[in-house]
């Protein structure tokens, strides 16, 4: 089989309309960007995070076993949702974890 051609590379930059300022992958000209280390989770943020989602769950599970009578008993079928809200915001905390 034969072997394929390399791609050849432009020798000239490529244009840029009057006035617009040239972008290069670092910025724009002159300028450089650094990228800094993300800073780590407080100390604090797991054990909220693992207790909102048990809360949830706890949540869920004491209403389907007490018969719609608890955790709160005035907003009858909003309990399921409730605790499936806990749940989501635990969920939600793992995708900023570090």
């Given amino acids: 089989m ?3 051609r390399g791609r050849r590379r432009r020798k000239t930059a490529p244009r840029t309309p009057e006035g617009a300022a ?9 300028g450089t960007r650094t990228a800094r280390p993300a800073a780590p989770n407080p100390r604090w943020y797991v054990p909220v995070m693992l207790g909102l989602m048990v809360l949830g769950l706890a949540w869920i599970v004491v209403w389907y076993v007490t018969e ?7 907003i009858g079928s909003w309990n399921l949702v409730a605790g499936f809200a806990i749940v989501l915001v635990g969920f939600l905390m793992t995708t900023r974890w570090r």
């Fill in 2 to 4: 034969p072997e394929s």
């Fill in 22 to 30: 040239a972008r290069t992958p670092d910025g724009p000209v002159g």
């Fill in 68 to 74: 719609n009578r608890f955790p709160v008993p005035g």
